[in-house]
């Protein structure tokens, strides 16, 4: 097996690292300021189409979407390089031309409506599956469906949901219980007017997430996704694992910033007459930090290998959200310690970092939920305890 990365694959990466480094990273100390006055602490809306617009000229766009949708089509091994250099900024940029995976499951009409105007940009989406009732126990949400004619009536709470606030439609799982052959719960495409309202709801990053609510929201049963009842096996089950692998990625990228960050603030702080970097307990931070960087990065390529060879990924990528998310906030801790105060000060990156990282031991599935499906796989015999191939 050979995880390096191809000529192509290492000038995409080199392409995304310098894009950062040249038009994402100068925002950041604007963005700190900004939002230490109170502005936004992110990119704003326009903000961000400017640079996707930028990288778009330098043909950075769609790296997630295949190419029949003009996309670039490339393999997860080469998105999980990107996401590490993308993961090196605290802001949230991404490269425009992207959906969520859901929508590319969409019938043709579907998409029409749906998916191609998500990848140009002129629709925005949210995926609304967890509820103030739970989150982990997602087979439990509570949200009802019941059919009316041709339409079903919704009726129920989202909470945590990601862009709910400024998102067009959400793709919304509901409970069908006396319909469809298994699970129970549908997947279904509701538009804002089609009546759901929105609030935000304050988090300890900067993450923008919100409640929704249904009161009698009348859908038509055109905007059923898939099968009626198939909701959660063909459509949530269908994004959540590949979806581990990238982000994993990221966690790699901000980890690798925050050490470097750290290796130069040890070389220039002096304490009792010598800089932080002659510390013993200095030094073996960051040498921990540095196996846990790389040991993030080799679980996510492997993960991904699989994945482009078709084969079963999902253990694989479940070790690596694991592994990466709480290496990476152990590294944002150890880094903010070593920084002193000014890891603390809302002017150096580091405290933002520390505050955005810890939401990976709880989304896209818990340090829990990831615990329970890899031992369940190796007591139902179906991984080989270490296995990799
Ligand atoms: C910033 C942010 C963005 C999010 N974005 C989205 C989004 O876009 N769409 C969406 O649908 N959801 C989203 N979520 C929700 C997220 O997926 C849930 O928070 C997550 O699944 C956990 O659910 P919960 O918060 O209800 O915790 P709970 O399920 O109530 O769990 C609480 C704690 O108990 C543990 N636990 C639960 N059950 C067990 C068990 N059987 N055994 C052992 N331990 C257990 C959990 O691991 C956790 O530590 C987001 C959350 C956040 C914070």
């Not at 502005?39 to 903000?47: I, Q, S, V, Y």
């Not at 960051?286 to 699989?306: M, N, P």
Request: glycine share 10%; charged share 25%; net charge negative.
């Amino acid at each position: 097996m050979d995880l390096s990365p191809s000529p192509e694959d290492s000038a995409i990466a080199d392409a995304v690292r310098s894009f950062v480094e040249r038009e994402v990273l100068p925002h950041e100390p604007v963005v700190l300021q900004r939002a230490a006055a109170g502005g936004p602490d992110d990119l704003t809306p326009e903000e961000l189409r400017s640079l996707q617009d930028k990288a778009r000229e330098s043909g950075l766009w769609g790296v997630a979407t295949p190419e029949e949708y003009g996309g670039a089509g490339l393999s997860k091994l080469t998105q999980t390089l990107i996401a590490v250099e993308l993961g090196r900024t605290f802001l949230q940029f991404y490269f425009g031309g992207t959906a969520f995976d859901s929508l590319f499951l969409l019938n043709d009409s579907q998409k029409q409506k749906y998916l191609y105007p998500c990848l140009s940009g002129e629709l925005r989406a949210c995926f609304a599956m967890s509820e103030p009732g739970g989150g982990s126990d997602a087979r439990g949400i509570r949200t009802t469906a019941e059919r009316d004619g041709d339409h079903w009536v919704i009726n129920g709470e989202k909470l945590w949901i990601s862009h709910g606030n400024d998102a067009d439609f959400a793709i919304t799982f509901a409970r069908t219980a006396a319909e469809g052959a298994s699970g129970g719960i549908t997947a279904f495409l509701v538009d804002r007017s089609m009546g759901w309202t929105s609030s935000p709801y304050p988090v300890m990053g900067s993450y923008k997430v919100a409640q929704l609510s249904f009161r009698d929201v009348r859908v038509p049963d055109a905007n059923v996704i898939g099968q009626v009842g198939e909701g959660f096996q063909t459509v949530a089950l269908a994004s959540f694992h590949a979806n581990r692998i990238v982000m994993t990625a990221g966690m790699a990228g901000a980890m690798e910033r925050l050490l470097e960050m750290a290796v130069t603030w040890s070389e220039n702080r002096v304490t009792f007459g010598e800089p932080l970097a002659q510390r013993e307990n200095v030094r073996w931070m960051i040498a921990d930090g540095e196996v846990a960087c790389r040991a993030t990065k080799l679980l996510c390529l492997h993960a991904a290998s699989l994945y482009d060879a078709g084969t079963e990924f999902r253990h694989a990528a479940n070790s690596a959200k694991l592994f990466g998310a709480r290496a990476a906030c152990q590294v944002a801790d150890d880094v903010l310690q070593i920084h002193g105060a000014m890891g603390y000060a809302k002017e150096l990156p580091v405290e933002r970092f520390y505050r955005d990282l810890r939401v990976n031991r709880i989304y896209e599935g818990t340090d829990e939920m990831q615990r329970l499906a890899i031992s369940r796989d190796l007591f139902k015999r179906h991984v080989k305890v270490g296995q990799l191939w």
